[in-house]
């Protein structure tokens, strides 16, 4: 066997495929490895087909906009992934190397390797989705972490005001301890254990709820909704003289207690907090339909200005709006209002206008 | 250096009084213009960009509400030719930046003295009688296709893969691509070229234009620059022999020959 006989073998059993095309494309030689690869005769391909015929209509695309482009530039392009059809309309994925050479009549070809890579190509693509998995699961786990952090700074905030009156109380106790009269002084004792009774099975209740961040691991019960309300009002703040109208369908339903809580507390809290009338009146309304139990709490506050009212629910945008006692929302507790209500599968809007006063609607659904 | 100039990596050329500004196409950098600039040189001032999220603009800059239409980059495009001063400069875009011209010269008529287009589309997308060229699934396999090619080939992840600090130049080296760009820019960029349709605006331009068309460009088929040159109120069509949809890369004396004739004319 002669020189040549053998590089011809060497060439057409290599094991990669070989593809020379003219500067168009135009299949000009591929090797018998590339031709088993594609199911096709090298008589199918030369003068027939080009280069750019075996490729997907993406892979087309690609070639006139990215691969012809870098190859007449740099003279050579490594590592481009192309789809290849075989004869059969099957797709394998391949490597592409290409160098154009320019043959001794001054004549350009471009000569390629052609690697199969279908087994890198599923590796490649198990890789690629484990990282879209692992980017949604990180992202998932920030979005908690975040949420946690809030929550517990609207919980401080919650917790802080009934605090106070306990607080207030319990001095205003020590200090007059000698003027008040008997009934007086257990009148405030009561108060102050009702206060802090409700506090701690609040915070137990809130532990227990965000340890175990979703809804399934708490349990729905009957819950009296005037009651809850009485309470919530109870613990609202004492401090002002609030007229409380209670309205409507205040029935018994199945629900998560604390989270109904913890709702009406931050909007009847806001509704006293940013007001500035005398006379604060804040109406509670139910209305209660077939699969739900509405809610509306009604204030007679400062308002939300129009272009305010789609970013009340944002956390972290407190609009600059100061409370009666001239310090700026946290800026969270109307953020946590929304999480919680659409947790337990409700809903809250609100309607405002500016000086007149707001109406949160909170839509709770009743579990069965 | 001035910010838009900066934003768009402009760089001039060439000791003419008129100025060429070349635009460069889709997937891209204004390096693929250097086979035919040297040709106009001596008669013309060059200005070469690349365009906001391509080559070496700045990528930080790329915002997708802006450039969700070729407008945004006509915009850009205009602005340079302002901060440059250029009077009645001649525009010449390779592919989607036909387009870009387009809004270019309705953006502000008669600015541009002449527009030229290299393998111009208005729209891919067959609709109707009207043949692009493409269907949607064409162009969204397009999108895969680029999407699972930047896995095997991304700038976005070389610095990971080459992450060895003692020897940066290695990232360089395949960063440095003459077609690199931010893989998620990309493809948006893909989806504003290939899925957009600029056919309604053509009756609009009244700049004297000159369509180049590829003899076999799959990318921009015959069809289209018929369809081009027949809506297009002042244009005119050559077909050039080269084939493919980069002749300025592939034939680029062919190219420079045909542009200069209409340049004289």
């Known amino acids: 066997m002669g020189e040549l006989d053998d590089y011809e073998a060497v060439f057409h059993s290599a094991p990669c495929g070989f593809l020379t095309t003219s500067t168009e494309g135009e299949i000009l030689k591929a090797n018998q490895t590339l031709l088993k690869l594609l199911g096709y005769e090298m008589g199918d391909l030369?003068?027939?087909?080009?280069?750019?015929?075996?490729?997907?209509?993406?892979?087309?695309?690609?070639?006139?906009?990215?691969?012809?482009?870098?190859?007449?530039?740099?003279?050579?392009?490594?590592?481009?992934?192309?789809?290849?059809?075989?004869?059969?309309?099957?797709?394998?994925?391949?490597?592409?190397?290409?160098?154009?050479?320019e043959l001794s009549k001054g004549k350009t070809v471009f000569q390629s390797t052609v690697l199969d890579i279908t087994q890198r190509k599923l590796y490649e693509r198990e890789l690629y989705l484990e990282k879209e998995r692992a980017e949604t699961l990180a992202a998932q786990l920030k979005n908690a972490n975040l949420e946690l952090s809030r929550f517990a700074q609207v919980i401080s905030h919650d917790i802080k005001t009934p605090l106070k009156d306990v607080l207030g109380l319990a001095s205003l106790l020590q200090s007059r301890f000698g003027d008040l009269s008997q009934e007086k002084k257990l009148e405030i004792i009561g108060t102050i254990k009702k206060s802090?009774?409700?506090?701690?099975?609040?915070?137990?209740?809130?532990?227990?709820?965000?340890?175990?961040?979703?809804?399934?691991?708490?349990?729905?019960?009957?819950?009296?909704?005037?009651?809850?309300?009485?309470d919530v009002i109870s613990i609202a703040d004492s401090r002002e003289k609030v007229d409380f109208k209670l309205e409507g369908d205040l029935p018994e339903i199945r629900t998560y207690r604390t989270v109904v809580h913890l709702i009406l507390l931050n909007l009847i809290v806001n509704g006293i907090k940013y007001n500035e009338s005398p006379n604060i009146c804040i109406q509670i309304r139910g209305k209660e339909t077939n699969d739900a139990l509405w809610l509306e709490v009604v204030d007679n506050g400062i308002g939300i200005k129009d272009e305010d009212l789609d970013k009340v629910f944002n956390p972290m945008e407190n609009l600059n709006a100061k409370d009666r006692f001239n310090k700026k929302g946290t800026g969270l507790g109307l953020s946590y209002v929304k999480i919680m209500a659409e947790k337990l599968g409700g809903e809250v809007s609100v309607k405002s206008k500016h000086g007149k006063g707001s109406v949160f609607s909170l839509k709770l659904k009743k579990f069965n | 250096?001035?910010?838009?100039?900066?934003?768009?990596?402009?760089?001039?050329?060439?000791?003419?009084?008129?100025?060429?500004?070349?635009?460069?196409?889709?997937?891209?950098?204004?390096?693929?213009?250097?086979?035919?600039?040297?040709?106009?040189?001596?008669?013309?001032?060059?200005?070469?960009?690349?365009?906001?999220?391509?080559?070496?603009?700045?990528?930080?800059?790329?915002?997708?509400?802006?450039?969700?239409?070729?407008?945004?980059?006509?915009?850009?495009?205009?602005?340079?030719?302002?901060?440059?001063?250029?009077?009645?400069?001649?525009?010449?875009?390779?592919?989607?930046s036909s387009m870009i011209g387009l809004h270019a010269g309705i953006q502000s008529p008669g600015y541009f003295d002449k527009i030229i287009m290299v393998g111009p589309s208005p729209c891919y997308l067959n609709d109707g009688d009207y043949k692009g060229g493409f269907s949607k699934s064409d162009i969204l396999e397009l999108i895969e296709t680029l999407e699972s090619n930047y896995l095997g080939w991304s700038s976005a992840i070389t610095p990971a893969i080459m992450g060895n600090p003692d020897k940066p130049e290695l990232a360089e080296e395949l960063n440095n691509s003459f077609c690199q760009t931010d893989p998620a820019i990309a493809k948006h960029f893909a989806k504003v070229t290939f899925m957009g349709d600029d056919r309604a605006y053509l009756p609009q331009l009244e700049t004297e234009t000159l369509i180049l068309q590829c003899s076999s460009d799959i990318i921009a088929p015959r069809e289209v620059g018929d369809y081009l040159n027949s809506k297009l109120p002042n244009s005119s069509l050559k077909v050039l022999e080269a084939t493919g949809h980069c002749p300025h890369m592939s034939a680029p004396e062919e190219t420079i020959e045909v542009i200069n004739a209409f340049l004289k004319d």
């Open chain 1, 196 to 230: 802090a009774g409700s506090l701690s099975t609040m915070v137990d209740n809130v532990l227990n709820y965000y340890l175990n961040t979703d809804t399934e691991n708490l349990k729905t019960e009957p819950v009296n909704i005037r009651n809850l309300v009485e």
């Open chain 1, 46 to 101: 030369q003068g027939r087909k080009s280069f750019q015929d075996l490729l997907t209509i993406g892979g087309k695309l690609y070639y006139e906009t990215h691969y012809k482009p870098l190859l007449i530039y740099q003279g050579s392009v490594k590592e481009i992934n192309f789809d290849i059809i075989h004869k059969s309309g099957n797709r394998i994925p391949v490597l592409v190397n290409t160098v154009a050479a």
């Open chain 2, 1 to 96: 250096m001035n910010e838009v100039l900066k934003r768009n990596n402009v760089k001039l050329l060439g000791e003419g009084e008129q100025a060429l500004v070349f635009v460069h196409g889709y997937g891209c950098n204004q390096e693929m213009w250097r086979f035919i600039t040297p040709a106009f040189e001596k008669n013309y001032q060059i200005v070469l960009l690349d365009l906001v999220g391509s080559g070496s603009s700045d990528i930080s800059a790329y915002n997708k509400g802006k450039y969700d239409s070729l407008k945004g980059h006509a915009k850009d495009v205009l602005e340079i030719c302002q901060e440059l001063s250029l009077d009645k400069p001649i525009f010449i875009g390779h592919s989607v």
